[in-house]
């Protein structure tokens, strides 16, 4: 058996279990346990007074970069990030260096992250090597470990072959991640089409060129009856079509990501690459918008994108320079700032941050029950700190927060009741 963890005097909070409370929670054998019913002897003690104990947080969209360009990141380097971020579990992005379009390489994935810092989820791919022409092998990937499929980083252009993975994925009871982007509209573009595009001499990608994709997937998830998922949700009138497909029932889910909430495409003035992201950063109604539909329930979960690149792809001219920003580090105390602002109670982000994507993905976590995996999250809501993107733990230092002054932080994370990051 091993050790017994207590930890004590935490604020709880659980939506699965409709918990907020100051409560201790005890850790046997990598499980949530009853307190007092192990043998305590010996026990690791923890006093959490004035700090938050969350089920760990997931993020279901994440790039680890590996295999293939383990210098920009490693699933080693990621979970490592992921870990101080307050992140017990990642779902990671198929679009590496061969395509994880396959079990081999699915199985791969899995047994380099055994014993990293946090549980990897790999999302296989829809189409072989994401060419968006012919499907992959869902149930061969599926068997390795795969959670979910998509061609994130280039949408599925063909309908037909959209339509059939969605039938193919619900046969194997597998969720479709739709990376919304009409190539038609966007090609060229690097910022959000508008005043700002024209003034800085920048093609523009129009809102429409995500919103007619969204559609599409709307359209095809009511065609097959597929459960689909919407990545990187920035605009209004995406979230307009998410609202109306949710209230007739589409079993359609979304998420956003912090710098959707955060930032506005001002963000690229002086032409800062590590701004450049796609889908791009968008207008204040934009982000007023994403915020809202945070707190309504239209958009179900806040995932980082977390797109490590190094000074290679990202110092040079901005028409040229790669998209995404690394964002597992930043991602908790920017979805903290929502609470502060009002936006939500902590009982929301939880649910946004946690038991939402455990859901989504089916996997375990998203709560604290009595048996539940010891995945856990503490967080000091009011440790203020500036980021510095050179001292982070990922490979990725493109970051646009760089020497932000934020508040709030994952204090300790726990995997299986084994501790893989502490800062307290």
Request: proline share 4%; glycine share 8%; net charge negative.
């Amino acid at each position: 058996m091993s050790k017994v963890i207590v930890l004590k005097n935490g604020r709880v909070i659980d939506p699965l279990q409709k918990r907020d409370e100051i409560v201790d929670i005890w850790v046997s054998d990598g499980l949530v346990v009853r307190p007092g019913s192990v043998d305590s002897a010996g026990a690791d003690v923890y006093d959490l007074a004035g700090l938050w104990l969350l089920p760990g947080l997931i993020d279901m969209h994440v790039h680890l970069r590996e295999p293939g360009e383990e210098y920009k990141e490693t699933i080693e380097s990621g979970t490592q990030a992921a870990a101080a971020g307050g992140f017990t579990a990642v779902a990671c992005m198929p679009n590496t260096n061969p395509v994880n379009d396959n079990g081999a390489l699915t199985k791969y994935i899995c047994e380099k992250s055994v014993s990293c810092a946090a549980r990897v989820y790999p999302v296989g791919a829809i189409s072989k090597e994401c060419k968006g022409e012919k499907l992959a092998e869902y149930g061969e990937m599926k068997l390795a470990g795969a959670v979910a499929l998509t061609d994130d980083g280039l949408p599925v252009v063909d309908s037909q072959l959209m339509r059939r993975a969605m039938e193919y994925a619900s046969s194997h009871d597998m969720l479709i991640m739709s990376h919304s982007e009409e190539l038609s509209l966007s090609k060229g573009g690097c910022i959000n089409e508008g005043k700002l595009s024209t003034r800085m001499g920048l093609r523009g990608i129009p809102v429409s060129a995500e919103s007619i994709m969204v559609q599409r997937e709307i359209a095809l998830a009511e065609l097959t009856g597929a459960r689909v998922h919407i990545a990187h949700v920035s605009t209004e009138q995406s979230i307009a079509l998410l609202r109306n497909a949710k209230a007739r029932g589409v079993k359609i889910t979304a998420e956003t990501a912090p710098h959707y909430f955060t930032l506005t495409e001002k963000a690229v003035l002086g032409f800062n690459t590590n701004a450049k992201m796609n889908p791009p950063l968008r207008t204040e109604c934009d982000r007023q918008a994403v915020r809202g539909a945070l707190r309504d329930g239209t958009l179900d979960a806040i995932a980082t994108d977390h797109a490590p690149h190094s000074i290679l792809e990202k110092e040079v001219e901005f028409n040229f320079a790669a998209n995404g920003i690394a964002g597992l580090e930043t991602s908790l105390p920017l979805g903290l700032a929502l609470v502060r602002e009002k936006v939500f109670e902590p009982v929301r982000l939880v649910e946004l941050m946690s038991c939402a994507p455990a859901k989504i993905l089916g996997v375990p976590g998203g709560s604290l029950h009595v048996g539940a995996v010891a995945d856990i999250t503490i967080v000091d809501p009011e440790r203020k700190f500036t980021f510095i993107a050179e001292e982070c733990f990922s490979k990725g230092k493109n970051s646009p927060f760089d020497g932000w002054k934020l508040q709030g932080k994952a204090v300790l994370s726990m995997v299986a009741g084994r501790i893989t990051y502490k800062d307290f």
